[in-house]
């Protein structure tokens, strides 16, 4: 597939394109040129792209972050500018949850609101690990992290680490995605082994967690209801992001069966819900 | 914010035309070369992107363009496939016929042609028009492509 952008100087345009490896790029080049009736074939030049180069610019963009009074999410190759505030360490490496978007900041002051402590977290979608690492910094007892992606699980081993968290407060699983989507082919993707359906159950436990977090999309939070309702226990507090303001409905229409005391806060386009799991329902 | 004109004197750095699949954009080639060269944040576009295409079915191929600004922030905005890709796509076929109005490539009903109009109408160039309208448009496609619409396919 061919990606073009363009970079406008004065009075010359550049265009550049990304071409995967192997590809024609002469004849892309010429079937272009054809196409609008250019009558000659600007010039261009040909450079390899490594890995390397794109990621870093990428990891240029990730500053320290203050979500909220003392709290503060630093890259781990900066120095925290407030020694004293609570910091939370982060190397994002490819995974999502850095503080900085509405979502993250969102779901981190309602862990900030609701945890008292010795709570037993269950992280849905936990990329980065950061909702998981702040609820043990607020004085959670116990916190599981599941995501479907590999480098998500990395990301949050090390980001574990980097907050001097051990196994014994933090458990990161890689679980088995419920479409088959979950992998492109367009480029050389690790595989996503996952375990089967019943080993999220024993990941997930029954009504075991006093906290369920689940910062990710409207489709994966409609389709995960039972597991996220199934996994808390009765009381327990339920919050539901990564969903834009007029997404909110279709999970009110969802989760309100489950959930009752429900609440929606809201930060630029994006929205978070979080509820109590109603005492009297029985799911298997 | 991604829908927004984009009547702004912040000084732009790229326009990016990609094409991704529906709420599966990944810190990965495509999308990964494309925007870590201009230092944009990737984690934050895939997860606008996905959230913004979360109704559209997976794996449908989301033409975006995105500004990328010199202050390393940037805005996108996303099409959803164009009509001549829907009205191949269920029709089963690769191309439209190469005699249209003589030879017929092959048949749709208006059922279809309803869900397409239903699709496409979430695209903001198309939102001052009626469903009927848009149906209408689609009718045109069709049949300059050679496909032929029926009231119903038994």
């Not at chain 1, 000659?40 to 030049?45: K, L, S, W």
């Not at chain 2, 109005?101 to 903001?124: M, R």
Request: glycine letters at 6%; aromatic letters at 6%; charged letters at 20%.
């Amino acid at each position: 597939m061919n990606e073009d952008d363009v970079c406008s100087d004065t009075d010359e345009i550049c265009v550049s394109s990304i071409f995967l490896e192997g590809e024609d790029i002469n004849m892309s080049i010429s079937h272009a040129a054809d196409s609008i009736g250019l009558k000659e074939i600007p010039r261009y030049e040909v450079k390899i792209i490594e890995e390397d180069d794109w990621m870093k610019g990428a990891q240029e963009s990730f500053h320290p972050v203050e979500v909220t009074e003392g709290l503060w999410v630093v890259p781990k190759w900066i120095t925290p500018p407030d020694i004293q505030a609570m910091n939370i360490i982060l190397n994002p490496g490819l995974a999502f949850g850095t503080g900085d978007h509405p979502t993250t900041k969102l779901c981190l002051l309602l862990l900030h609101d609701c945890i008292k402590g010795g709570e037993h977290i269950l992280d849905y979608g936990t990329g980065t690990g950061i909702l998981a690492i702040a609820a043990l910094k607020f004085g959670a007892a116990f916190a599981v992290g599941v995501d479907i992606d590999s480098q998500a699980i990395a990301s949050a081993s090390e980001n574990a680490t980097l907050n001097n968290i051990g196994p014994d407060k933090l458990q990161l699983h890689l679980i088995a995605s419920q479409t088959s989507s979950s992998c492109r082919d367009d480029w050389p993707s690790r595989v996503v082994e996952g375990e089967n359906a019943f080993e999220i159950d024993r990941v997930t436990h029954k009504d075991k967690y006093d906290v369920v977090i689940a910062n990710i999309l409207l489709n994966p939070l409609l389709n995960l209801a039972d597991q996220i309702i199934f996994s808390a226990k009765p009381g327990a507090i339920i919050g539901l992001s990564g969903i834009l303001s007029e997404q909110v409905q279709n999970i009110l229409q969802k989760y309100s069966l489950f959930l009752e005391g429900i609440d929606v806060s809201k930060m630029d386009d994006w929205a978070c819900v979080s509820g109590r799991k109603r005492k009297n329902i029985d799911i298997c | 914010m991604a829908a927004k004109e984009i009547l702004t004197r912040r000084p732009v750095a790229a326009t990016i035309k990609l094409t991704v699949p529906a709420a599966a954009a990944r810190p990965a080639p495509p999308v990964g070369p494309a925007l870590g060269q201009y230092r944009l944040n990737l984690m934050a576009f895939c997860k606008d992107f996905n959230a913004r295409t979360q109704k559209y079915k997976p794996d449908t191929p989301m033409a975006v363009t995105i500004t990328a600004f010199k202050d390393n922030t940037f805005e996108f905005t996303v099409k959803s496939p164009s009509i001549t890709w829907y009205l191949k796509k269920a029709a089963g076929i690769e191309s439209g016929s190469g005699r249209p109005g003589h030879v017929t490539a092959s048949t749709l009903s208006l059922k279809h042609v309803y869900e397409i109009a239903k699709v496409k109408q979430n695209d903001h160039y198309l939102q001052n028009m009626s469903l009927e309208a848009i149906t209408k448009s689609i009718i045109g496609t069709a049949n300059s492509m050679g496909i032929q619409i029926v009231r119903d396919l038994d």
